[in-house]
């Protein structure tokens, strides 16, 4: 029997650190991309978008750091809570908010400097140039991003000379400087090869004893492989959210079934 994405949240067995919730809904001008969405992710865990072009997920997933309103013409209505607290609170700042957020990106970007300060640039940037702290910022955030021990040695070399996968971890290590609480990772290995979306993926699950993750892929393999929970969208909607053994294996909903199967999408 279909069920509907309320009926599958609300048997959750967690407190929510992030909340998608009052019928979330979300335009560019005048074209709605998003229909009543209520979504309860849990702390320290991964949580995985899946779903066809187009249906939406990015969009969700660049809701919760507002980055989307860099976009002109953009409106929302509902909220999204993170710790109790509305993302949407006048009274927040967004960059407060950014900094509570790391952002990984389809395509790996390293700035055109040194291994080094493209981690210590968002520390330089509010001031911070204290050089023990940047150091000790640059292994820590190294370290977590399983990166230190083969780069430590060439630091101050351009990162532009790392590999296509050394280059998607350094991005990752520039996301954990500023020791965020949540990670957002847009198709973070679509550009990678197997190898270099393996050490990716351990290093998720690394990372979620002290990020609370969300991901968005197209790969089902990488889902089921990485994530704890998985929300499944289609043209808009959160069709089905659910732990993630459960979307794949015994889905409640027939489109799910349908795409997890590969019968669509």
């Not at 952002?103 to 291994?115: E, H, L």
């Not at 990162?159 to 996968?165: I, V």
Request: hydrophobic fraction near 35%; charge should be negative; aromatic fraction near 8%.
């Amino acid at each position: 029997m279909s069920q509907t994405p309320e009926t599958t949240n609300a048997r959750a067995d967690f407190e929510p650190f992030i909340q998608i919730k009052d019928n979330y809904n979300f335009w560019y001008g005048s074209t709605q991309v998003l229909f009543d969405m209520n979504l309860d992710i849990p702390e320290k865990q991964v949580t995985a978008f899946i779903g066809p072009s187009g249906c939406g997920k990015s969009t969700l997933l660049r809701s919760i750091n507002r980055m989307n309103d860099l976009i002109e013409g953009i409106h929302h209505t509902g909220d999204i809570t993170i710790a109790d607290q509305s993302i949407y609170d006048p009274s927040l700042e967004v960059i407060s908010l950014r900094k509570r957020i790391g952002m990984v990106f389809q395509k790996y970007n390293p700035f055109p400097k040194s291994i080094y300060e493209n981690i210590v640039f968002s520390l330089r940037i509010a001031g911070r140039n204290k050089k023990s702290e940047l150091d000790e910022v640059v292994e820590r955030s190294l370290r977590g991003a399983a990166l230190w021990d083969e780069v430590k040695d060439r630091l101050h070399e351009s990162a532009l000379s790392m590999s296509g996968g050394q280059m998607q971890r350094l991005c990752i290590a520039r996301a954990i400087a500023n020791n965020p609480e949540v990670i957002l990772m847009d198709e973070p290995c679509s550009a990678l090869d197997p190898i270099a979306t393996g050490k990716v993926e351990e290093l998720i699950h690394e990372l979620k004893k002290d990020y609370t993750i969300v991901i968005v892929t197209h790969n089902m393999q990488q889902a089921a492989r990485v994530s704890d929970r998985t929300a499944f969208f289609y043209l808009g909607k959160l069709i089905e959210y659910d732990v993630t053994d459960n979307i794949f294996m015994k889905p409640s909903n027939e489109q799910t079934e349908a795409y997890v199967s590969g019968r669509f999408g």
